[in-house]
């Protein structure tokens, strides 16, 4: 079956440096999903990409869709301690249900 | 977007008894989906709740176990049935709007001893 993985599993930063996670998907999808899910919360959608190639940007937040629709990359610019939490991409093939990554957890210490 | 309720937020109970959880939504929904969460790990989807019809279960997911409910467009119920240790996990329903985009639920977590 369809598998998403995402790398690091696991990152711990210095508030104020750069963070990015990784997301590989074994097949082409139809669009891409980033969802942010704090310590003992549930999932919170961010941000949908569509089209091969496209980069968004929300505020210090910037998603990329690879060119090929089979890998996505989530960057973050000085990382802030509300920033903590773990980052799951959710790939969907067309269909309405969604395959989510295995998430990259990320640590800030201020 | 749309508000999710989900009860109960969490629950012990007891090995080879049944939970049952809630879902309600504020409006009417086409798509609502039932995902477990284990410690740590990613999501899984259990299965998709359709209205009016038996829920489609992915691979590893039986309707004996996980009987799911859906008699209208804003309500939903998941069971975990005859309940073990292994069945110890977080419980999440979500909603799919327009686009694809889901909306999750607080989640049940369901400690079986």
């Known amino acids: 079956g369809q598998q998403v993985m995402q790398i690091p599993q696991y990152q711990h930063v210095q508030e104020g440096e750069d963070f990015t996670t990784y997301c590989n998907s074994s097949?082409?999808?139809?669009?891409i999903q980033w969802y942010k899910q704090r310590p003992g919360g549930h999932p919170v959608f961010l941000i949908q990409?569509?089209?091969?190639?496209e980069v968004k940007k929300q505020k210090r937040l910037t998603f990329q869709f690879g060119e090929a629709k089979k890998n996505s990359s989530l960057h973050i610019t000085a990382t802030q301690t509300t920033d903590v939490g773990t980052y799951f991409c959710a790939g969907n093939t067309g269909f309405q249900k969604l395959v989510f990554g295995t998430g990259t957890r990320l640590l800030v210490s201020p | 977007s749309a508000v999710i309720s989900q009860k109960p937020s969490r629950d012990i109970c007891q090995r080879g008894t049944s939970l049952t959880i809630q879902c309600q939504v504020d409006?009417?929904?086409?798509?609502m989906f039932w995902y477990r969460q284990q410690p740590g790990q990613s999501l899984t989807l259990i299965a998709t709740?359709?209205?009016?019809?038996?829920?489609?279960?992915e691979s590893g997911f039986v309707i004996d176990k996980f009987p799911i409910s859906r008699p209208n467009l804003t309500f939903s119920t998941l069971t975990v049935s005859n309940m073990s240790p292994e069945d110890s996990s977080i419980y999440l329903c979500s909603v799919g709007t327009g686009g694809n985009i889901q909306y999750f639920g607080a989640g049940t977590r369901l400690s079986v001893l």
């Open positions: 097949t082409t999808l139809s669009n």
């Open positions: 409006s009417q929904v086409t798509m």
């Open positions: 990409l569509v089209k091969s190639g």
């Open positions: 709740a359709n209205q009016g019809s038996e829920a489609t279960y």
